[in-house]
């Protein structure tokens, strides 16, 4: 069964910006993709996703600061991070959207810290 892969979290401070990346399936561009994460003690939420076409869509506390891309063509699915601040410290997770299909890889650690 396909695993996928997040990578790009890391320890930032306030304000700094991180690049998430997603690998793992080919069939990725047949799917809506989503980011999501799950902090210390809290239950995974959805983030963002993207859909097929390209049309993108945030919860409210990350609208305007993280971006969510694709590449089909790669298998790739992005999200770029800019204006951490302490509540984003969490484990980011990919996978599709709204509903994940494929089980859930490690994720990626993101630590807002100064």
């Known amino acids: 069964q396909e695993q996928l892969v997040d990578s790009g979290g890391g320890l930032v401070q306030p304000g700094g910006s991180l690049r998430l990346s997603c690998t793992g399936s080919?069939?990725?561009?047949?799917?809506?993709m989503g980011w999501y994460r799950q902090a210390a003690g809290k239950q995974r939420e959805w983030i963002a996703g993207i859909t097929i076409a390209g049309s993108a869509d945030y919860t409210d506390s990350v609208k305007d600061r993280f971006t969510i891309a694709r590449d089909d063509a790669n298998h790739m699915v992005y999200l770029q991070m800019n204006s951490l601040n302490h509540e984003d410290t969490a484990v980011y997770y990919c996978?599709?959207?709204?509903?994940?299909?494929?089980?859930w890889g490690p994720g990626t650690q993101v630590t807002v810290s100064s």
């Open positions: 996978n599709t959207s709204p509903g994940a299909l494929y089980p």
């Open positions: 080919r069939h990725f561009r047949l799917y809506e």
